[in-house]
């Protein structure tokens, strides 16, 4: 995970589709390694601090029927 992505916005995309070419999307790393693709406990520490913001998107879509992007915008609005 980018360290750089400052923004809700950013951290969706980054889970959803990566961030360009060469960057998978957190989502596919996931699914094709677990957490083998997380090297240091620095680094699954990390990842586990944005997964709370990841999940909660997941639970504004699932449960109170937003659409992605609302949800995304709604959350960056309450950082």
């Known amino acids: 995970m980018n360290r750089q992505v400052n923004t809700v ?5 980054e889970w959803t589709v990566g961030l360009g070419p060469g960057n998978p999307s957190i989502r596919q790393l996931e699914a094709q ?3 083998g693709w997380r090297t ?3 680094a ?3 990842f586990s601090r944005r997964l ?3 999940n909660e998107i997941q ?3 699932d449960f109170e ?3 992605e992007d609302e949800a995304v915008n709604r959350l ?3 950082r």
Not at 9 to 13: M, Q, R
């Open 9 to 13: 916005p950013e951290l969706w995309k």
């Open 33 to 35: 390694h677990g957490p």
């Open 40 to 42: 240091s406990s620095s």
């Open 44 to 46: 699954a520490n990390f």
């Open 52 to 54: 709370r913001i990841i």
């Open 59 to 61: 639970r504004m879509i």
């Open 65 to 67: 029927g937003l659409s």
């Open 76 to 78: 960056e609005a309450r």
